[in-house]
């Protein structure tokens, strides 16, 4: 789909994180164990953008470099994390058997010691135009994620639908990119296929 609005167009949704392992040899980046990390319910990427750098010659500037990307951050809430999706980005150890007494309990110990790596981030932004929808493939190529809290709230009278906040910082890939944003679709389907063979993800 040719990136044409004659009426502009607004963003209406968000659907489909997924991540993969970041890693990057003579300057080609590569993405490995891709997953699924929750279901989406809302993205927020910012950026920070380096100080106009300005050259003067012949007492009047001669050149400059302005809006440089130097980092950003990443916030995702989703439902809930996928217990493997959440030991990856979050580096921690897979799960174990511990014995309590006489009986054996299977945790996963969150170590402060832990190094969380480097990860791809992929989502599909939905977009309408027109009365049109369009999807579109887009990834942050390379985050580190924070540690990710626990919040919950007690079960009342009625549901309180509890989700999850994941921060992220955003670094500037080995390629120098540090975003890539696929071809627009029509549908959601074409969209996430997209995002998978992006990230070599089998069909979810």
Not at 68 to 80: A, I, N, P
Not at 91 to 115: I, N, R
Request: hydrophobic fraction near 40%; charged fraction near 25%.
């Amino acid at each position: 789909m040719e990136k044409e609005y004659a009426v502009g167009r607004v963003c209406t949704g968000f659907s489909y994180p997924v991540v993969a392992l970041y890693a990057a040899a003579g300057g080609k980046v590569t993405l490995s164990n891709p997953m699924v990390l929750a279901r989406g319910v809302g993205v927020d990427i910012s950026v920070n953008v380096a100080s106009d750098n300005e050259f003067y010659a012949d007492n009047a500037l001669a050149e400059s470099e302005n809006d440089v990307f130097e980092s950003g951050s990443l916030k995702l809430t989703v439902d809930g994390l996928f217990d493997k999706a959440n030991r990856m980005i979050s580096g921690q150890a897979e799960p174990a058997e511990e014995t309590f007494g006489e009986t054996k309990v299977k945790l996963t110990k969150y170590s402060a010691d832990a190094q969380p790596p480097y990860v791809a981030v992929g989502v599909i932004v939905e977009y309408k135009s027109a009365g049109k929808k369009i999807y579109t493939p887009t990834v942050v190529v390379k985050t580190k994620f924070k540690p990710a809290g626990t919040s919950a709230q007690t079960r009342g009278k009625t549901t309180s639908w509890q989700t999850q906040d994941l921060e992220a910082v955003i670094h500037r890939a080995d390629d120098g990119n540090w975003k890539w944003v696929g071809e627009d679709f029509a549908t959601e389907d074409e969209a996430k296929a997209a995002l998978n063979t992006i990230f070599g993800l089998a069909e979810a």
